[in-house]
């Protein structure tokens, strides 16, 4: 069985599910989803290297879910991320 591949939202490379992380939103907000199975709208960051830090500079949320998210909202996942 092929494993599923996803993009990273960040650096855009496809890989293996497991070694990236869903974020979701749905109508509670935006969050880390560890495990991938939360309702709603879902996209990819790589769980190592530098991705996560760069999610603030690249806003790449903002691209991938078409909205223009807080700081406050970046800090978050990025803190969540990094559990
Ligand atoms: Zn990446």
Known sequence: MEKPYRMC???RE???KN??????????????????KVDGR?????KE???????VKTKALNKTF????SIDV???IM???KI
């Open 14 to 16: 496809r890989k293996p």
């Open 66 to 69: 078409r909205e223009n998210f």
């Open 49 to 55: 290297g530098n991705c996560c830090d760069k999610l």
């Open 9 to 11: 939202m960040v650096c």
């Open 42 to 46: 879902g996209a990819y960051i790589c």
């Open 74 to 76: 970046y800090n978050e």
């Open 19 to 36: 070694e990236l992380v869903r974020i979701v939103k749905n109508q509670d907000g935006i969050k880390v989803d560890k495990t991938g």
């Open 79 to 81: 803190e969540k991320l």
